[in-house]
């Protein structure tokens, strides 16, 4: 029959054991409370990137339209200005 020390040591240790798997649990879930809180940010963040993306194609898509009209009309501007210059050159005044 085992010594009752040794069986008051396994206790002892047992109750060890406990103790730190209690102290272990309140520890992940204190964790897991954090990163579930992390990660929410994260995902908010990646929302309001998403938005702000979503804005800059629309203002590149609307931009485009208006950038080839400038080209357009700058193409004419420098057309009449060019036609402007060789007409002053070939007759000076």
């Known amino acids: 029959m085992p010594d009752t020390r040794e069986l008051d040591q396994i206790q002892q240790e047992l109750n060890e054991l406990q103790s730190r798997s209690n102290n272990n649990k309140q520890n992940i879930t204190s964790h ?12 908010k963040t990646l929302d309001i990137l998403h938005d702000k993306i979503n804005k800059l194609e629309t203002l ?5 339209s208006s950038i080839s009209t400038l080209w357009y009309v700058g193409t004419a501007v420098g057309a009449l200005a060019a036609f402007i210059y060789t007409i002053t050159q070939i007759f000076p005044r």
Request: aromatic fraction near 6%.
């Open 60 to 64: 590149a898509t609307q931009g485009k």
């Open 32 to 43: 897991e409370a954090v990163c579930q809180e992390r990660y929410d940010h994260i995902v």
